[in-house]
């Protein structure tokens, strides 16, 4: 059976969902990175399917820059988080709230 | 003031051989007067410009005529005595020196009201003369003062009805009642100018005289005219000028000013509030009395309020123990009968002139032989603390009764001959005058009854005065300038109006200047109507005086059982007939509630309006800053709402 584009692309709007509320909602910070990374499959695989649905090699040419990219971001951001997390012990996202008014 | 210090004592005669220097140029040029032709005695000097702005010119002009001539003798001549007096009266004061410069001040100041040309420094004078008395009754400034005050606990039994008071009240409640009527002087001037154009006595006193008029004189508002100022315009300038009489010469309303201003130093409530500042309302009336013939509204208001301030003073009179409060609520209503005169027109200008002349006299001894029985007796003030001092100071006795005799209008005294010119005048005028007359003629009898008591309290009878007081006669300087002033008393009137009951030299001499633009008599009707008028007032007086000898002398009534038993109506005459309290009432107390009123509308509407506000944005603010979490978390959803609703916002575009 003959799986329609339609299908990825609802998996892919299901999984960067699922990322976002991820995002907004889980308190540990390397699990926010996940969810991140989540997000940013997601969009890959939407770029795939539209892709082979136009029939051209352009999808997976940007899913691979969408790839180096987020290799890159997931370095810099962990170099980040683990620079902080030394200071403090916690890994929560909410104890970094020097800008609370 | 430069020299006071060093010169002490001298001060005093300095001053006084100035003020007498200035009495002998005065009657120098009185006589130059007398020299020029009976309508030709006006000197005019024009002197330096004083300032113009736009149509109005000013400058310090002085007018010397036959009504300046009589008031500067009267006022050189009577303040050289009161001068010579207080060289003895304030010996021993360490501010002599500034007391005789403030004397000086004055006489100069009197002098510019009464010979000004213009209205403006006439006001210059009339303010200066305030000025100065307020810095004269306030003169003892830093002195408790035992004054008889009526107060709260007016009660004949209490031993000691004295309270002391402080002169600054005093001083400053004389300025604020003068200040108010002079607002009535500028408001005039200020008609004056827009309706005449000049402030000048030439351009608009003389005006009337070439106005139009009806023969006979008809009374009819208008029947007088000044080109340029309407038959209104003329109402108002008069009444105006009026209030400015009643606030400087206390009349009603704004008389309360005078009985305290007694805190001040005796020689100056003689000089300023018996004989020279407090008749300058008298002078005004007269100067501009074509402004009261222009208005026969005006001209009765004055003769009204005369009259009623007569007798509400004499009334008022009765009911004072203090020695000097019964002579100032006599000045007031003396002033009344002053203005009941000038007030008539031109049958009484003359009475009320020559009343005010008699009146300085025999006031002014008044005051200064009260001066004399309180430096006897320790500065008290109170009758009932006198008695049979006619043997301790004979001068001062004698000077007293020759004034007391002209004061109740005594036969042939100067004060019978100006009170019965006046009485005359008023009945012979009709209308308005009949009622003055009347009340006159009551006032007369309330005077006569008053002044016995004083006299006979004071030094008649028992000696009443405490252990260990020895009052004595007052040296030379004090009591020369009674014998002079008690002499003119008596005899002043016989020179003033030779020995006639109407008309008279002074008159005469006046006539020129005070005729009005009405074509009306200067005297009375005739001799034997002004007899007749005589004998009833002299039989007046005499039931006034003989009421008082029975009260007090006679020894048949226990007067102080009396007042006990008629404590309210002794209360209310003691009072001043509540006057006092009823402006204490409107003024400090209905003043006090609109700034209390103010006060809370100030804290609680405006400070919480702004207040308010302040707070209102503070708590959105609080509630706002809920928004900075400084979560994370909390941006990021932000950011996912704000890219929600820009998609969606491109996607609904673009179908």
């Not at chain 2, 309302?281 to 074509?290: E, S």
């Not at chain 2, 009343?355 to 320790?378: C, E, I, P, R, Y």
């Not at chain 2, 005589?534 to 039989?539: F, G, R, Y």
């Amino acid at each position: 059976m003959r799986v329609g584009t339609n299908a990825y692309l609802l998996l892919s709007a299901l999984l960067f969902t699922i990322g976002v509320v991820g995002v907004l909602i889980r308190r540990n910070a390397i699990v926010v990175f996940m969810c991140i990374e989540l997000m940013l499959n997601a969009v890959n695989l939407s770029f795939l399917a539209f892709g082979r649905a136009a029939g051209s090699l352009d999808g997976q040419i940007l899913a691979f820059f969408v790839m180096v990219v987020a290799a890159a971001e997931v370095v810099v951001g962990l170099g980040i988080l683990v620079a902080i997390f030394r200071k403090r012990s916690s890994t929560s996202v909410d104890d970094v709230d020097l800008l609370k008014g | 003031m430069l020299l006071g210090r060093r010169l002490g004592r001298a001060a005093g005669w300095l001053a006084t051989a100035l003020v007498a220097a200035s009495f002998v140029v005065a009657v120098a040029a009185f006589f130059t007067l007398l020299g020029g032709a009976a309508d030709a005695r006006t000197v005019v000097l024009r002197g330096y410009e004083w300032f113009s702005a736009g149509d109005l010119r000013v400058a310090f002009d002085l007018r010397f005529d036959q009504l300046s001539a009589v008031m500067a003798m009267v006022v050189t001549g009577v303040s050289a005595l009161i001068h010579l007096y207080s060289i003895g009266y304030m010996a021993g004061d360490e501010r002599i020196a500034t007391f005789f410069a403030y004397l000086n001040l004055f006489v100069a100041a009197m002098l510019t009201l009464v010979l000004a040309q213009n209205f403006l420094v006439m006001f210059l004078g009339w303010e200066g003369v305030g000025v100065c008395s307020y810095l004269l009754i306030g003169f003892w400034f830093n002195r408790r003062l035992p004054v008889v005050q009526p107060g709260a606990r007016l009660d004949p039994d209490t031993p000691d009805e004295t309270q002391e008071v402080w002169a600054p009240p005093a001083a400053k409640k004389a300025f604020l009642a003068n200040r108010i009527g002079d607002v009535g002087f500028l408001i005039a001037m200020f008609l004056i100018f827009q309706q005449l154009g000049s402030l000048d006595f030439d351009d608009v006193l003389g005006r009337a005289e070439r106005g139009v008029f009806v023969a006979g004189g008809v009374a009819r508002v208008g029947a007088v005219t000044i080109p340029g100022l309407g038959a209104g315009a003329a109402t108002a300038v008069a009444l105006l000028l009026f209030l400015a009489c009643a606030g400087k010469s206390a009349q009603l309303p704004l008389y309360v000013w005078l009985p305290d201003a007694m805190a001040g130093p005796t020689p100056v409530s003689a000089l300023i509030h018996a004989a020279t500042m407090v008749t300058a309302g008298v002078y005004l009336v007269a100067r501009t009395h074509v402004l009261f013939e222009a208005s026969k509204t005006a001209a009765a208001v004055v003769v009204v309020v005369g009259a009623l301030t007569a007798l509400l003073a004499a009334l008022i009179a009765i009911g004072q123990d203090d020695l000097k409060k019964i002579l100032a609520y006599s000045t007031v209503s003396q002033l009344g009968y002053m203005f009941v005169g000038v007030g008539l027109g031109p049958v009484g200008y003359a009475a009320g002139l020559f009343h005010l002349v008699t009146h300085a006299f025999f006031k002014a001894q008044l005051f200064l032989g009260a001066g004399s029985v309180m430096h006897a007796n320790d500065g008290d003030t109170d009758v009932k603390h006198f008695g049979g001092l006619r043997q301790a100071m004979p001068l001062t006795w004698w000077t007293t009764v020759a004034a007391w005799l002209a004061i109740i209008g005594f036969p042939l005294t100067a004060g019978f001959y100006s009170k019965d010119q006046v009485l005359a005048a008023a009945f012979s005028h009709g209308g308005v005058g009949l009622f003055a007359w009347v009340v006159g003629l009551l006032t007369a009898g309330l005077t006569a009854f008053y002044m016995s008591r004083l006299v006979f309290l004071t030094f008649l009878g028992e000696p009443r005065w405490p252990e260990g007081r020895h009052p004595h006669e007052s040296p030379a300087v004090m009591t020369v300038p009674l014998l002079v002033l008690g002499a003119l008393a008596l005899v002043a009137g016989v020179l003033l109006t030779g020995g006639g009951l109407v008309g008279g030299p002074l008159a005469r001499f006046l006539e020129p200047v005070l005729v009005g633009a009405l074509p009306a008599p200067l005297e009375a009707e005739s001799f034997a109507q002004a007899f007749l008028l005589s004998v009833l007032a002299t039989l007046v007086a005499a039931a006034g005086l003989a009421v008082a000898w029975w009260l007090y002398l006679s020894g048949r009534v226990d007067w102080l059982e009396q007042r006990r038993r008629r404590a309210g109506a002794w209360r209310a005459l003691a009072s001043g007939l509540y006057v006092d309290r009823a402006y204490e009432l409107v003024t400090v107390r209905l003043d006090g509630a609109v700034a209390r009123m103010a006060d809370l509308f100030d804290r609680r509407v405006v400070d919480g309006a702004v207040d308010g506000l302040a707070d209102a944005v503070g708590a959105a603010a609080r509630r706002g800053r809920g928004l900075q979490t400084g979560l994370v978390r909390t941006y990021a959803v932000g950011v996912l709402g704000g890219a929600v609703l820009i998609v969606a916002f491109l996607v609904v575009r673009a179908t």
